[in-house]
């Protein structure tokens, strides 16, 4: 994108106006953790329920006298063309024993009705996917949109990795915002942990273990792991959802994105051969800054790794594929 290309996309939004489009566990808890981040001056909430997004924007706006000043209300989508991101959380819940990717159908529905209302209203800020299965529906609402593959992104596994890295620190016993490693693939069961990069403060994990007193590495692995991958389904199966952790990545991601960092989070994104992998959305490390996504991050993988990544996209290649009846 040229520099006169991102100037009109600035001009052409409110970077202090946020949507959310679904009011359910996740968009409210989100709605939440973005009124207490003051990034936004402005934020419209939007849902099939439009009695419940009313609820939910006075809920969190009577907590304004305690936070910073903001305009939060419940709208519709003429409301989200100026926004400079618009989240959509909107879809069916995960129940108890039910994978993310069985959502898909149903969700893929969802999409259907929600994305022609975006594309037709010329939106120009940068479009991030929440609802689950969320490799998937991005990659849907690239496609039902036509927008640039830069401004459609999907939360990815930024939380899984979050997941990691607090799962680590505890066995560690060390700060977890000092580990420095990622959760790659798919946002779900075949999602996998990159260890071969992962590293605390530079000095790599099994050095480091080793140093804490730690020697089964092995088993250490597969177990923090499978805790990762799992923890999404031991929370629904307490608590029927899952939105505080989500809810604060999204927050991340919106960081990110609104300051310009230039972060380095594990978003979806559409591959375009790296690894082997070539048209499918799934989650590796990405520079997010104004304009979303800026460059892939390519990351050290063993062989085996890459294998296992490459299935992964299979696996959501083969779900994309059912779910869109091809």
Same mark, same amino acid.
């Given at each position: 994108?040229?520099?006169?290309?991102?100037?009109?996309?600035?001009?052409?939004?409110?970077?202090?106006?946020?949507?959310?489009?679904?009011?359910?566990?996740?968009?409210?808890?989100?709605?939440?953790?973005?009124?207490?981040?003051?990034l936004? $001056?402005?934020? @419209? &909430?939007i849902? #099939?329920d439009?009695?419940?997004?009313? /609820? =939910?924007? !006075?809920?969190?706006?009577?907590?304004?006298?305690?936070?910073?000043?903001?305009?939060?209300?419940?709208?519709?989508?003429?409301?989200?063309?100026d926004?400079?991101?618009?989240i959509?959380?909107?879809?069916?819940?995960?129940?108890?024993?039910?994978?993310?990717?069985?959502?898909?159908?149903?969700?893929?529905?969802?999409?259907?009705?929600?994305?022609?209302?975006?594309?037709?209203?010329?939106?120009?800020?940068?479009?991030?996917?929440?609802?689950?299965?969320?490799?998937?529906?991005?990659?849907?609402?690239?496609?039902?949109?036509?927008?640039?593959?830069?401004?459609?992104?999907? $939360?990815?596994? @930024? &939380?899984?990795? #979050?997941r990691?890295?607090?799962?680590? /620190? =505890?066995? !560690?016993?060390?700060?977890?915002?000092?580990?420095?490693?990622?959760?790659?693939?798919?946002?779900?069961?075949?999602?996998?942990?990159?260890?071969?990069s992962a590293?605390?403060?530079g000095i790599?994990?099994?050095?480091?273990?080793?140093?804490?007193?730690?020697?089964?590495?092995?088993?250490?692995?597969?177990?923090i792991?499978?805790?990762?991958?799992?923890?999404?389904?031991?929370?629904?199966?307490?608590?029927?959802?899952?939105?505080y952790?989500?809810?604060?990545?999204?927050?991340?991601?919106?960081?990110?994105?609104?300051?310009?960092?230039?972060?380095?989070?594990?978003?979806?994104?559409?591959?375009?051969?790296?690894?082997?992998?070539?048209?499918?959305?799934?989650?590796?490390?990405?520079?997010?800054?104004?304009?979303?996504?800026?460059?892939?991050?390519?990351?050290?993988?063993?062989?085996?790794?890459?294998q296992?990544?490459?299935?992964?996209?299979?696996?959501?290649?083969?779900?994309?594929?059912?779910?869109?009846?091809?």
């Amino acid at each position: 994108m040229s520099n006169a290309e991102q100037n009109t996309l600035c001009r052409e939004v409110n970077l202090r106006k946020v949507a959310m489009i679904g009011c359910g566990f996740v968009g409210s808890a989100s709605a939440f953790a973005l009124m207490e981040s003051g990034l936004f $001056s402005e934020m @419209v &909430l939007i849902d #099939a329920d439009q009695a419940k997004a009313e /609820g =939910e924007a !006075l809920d969190i706006a009577h907590g304004l006298p305690f936070a910073k000043p903001m305009q939060i209300y419940a709208g519709s989508y003429d409301d989200i063309t100026d926004a400079a991101i618009i989240i959509v959380t909107a879809g069916a819940n995960q129940k108890p024993g039910e994978t993310r990717l069985d959502l898909v159908r149903k969700n893929v529905g969802v999409f259907r009705s929600i994305m022609p209302e975006i594309k037709k209203r010329d939106c120009a800020g940068i479009l991030l996917i929440v609802a689950n299965p969320v490799d998937i529906l991005t990659q849907v609402a690239q496609e039902l949109t036509g927008f640039p593959e830069n401004r459609v992104i999907g $939360s990815g596994t @930024v &939380l899984d990795t #979050a997941r990691l890295k607090y799962l680590l /620190g =505890e066995h !560690l016993e060390v700060d977890s915002r000092a580990v420095h490693a990622f959760i790659i693939g798919e946002h779900g069961d075949s999602e996998m942990v990159a260890w071969s990069s992962a590293n605390v403060s530079g000095i790599p994990l099994h050095d480091f273990c080793e140093l804490r007193g730690h020697y089964e590495h092995e088993a250490a692995m597969e177990r923090i792991g499978e805790q990762v991958k799992n923890a999404a389904y031991e929370i629904i199966a307490k608590k029927r959802a899952t939105y505080y952790g989500i809810a604060m990545s999204v927050k991340r991601i919106c960081e990110a994105i609104i300051r310009d960092e230039k972060s380095i989070l594990p978003i979806s994104n559409r591959q375009h051969g790296l690894y082997g992998i070539d048209g499918v959305v799934l989650s590796i490390p990405a520079i997010i800054g104004k304009n979303g996504l800026e460059k892939v991050v390519p990351i050290d993988l063993s062989e085996n790794e890459v294998q296992e990544l490459r299935a992964s996209a299979e696996t959501l290649r083969g779900v994309l594929r059912e779910a869109m009846g091809e």
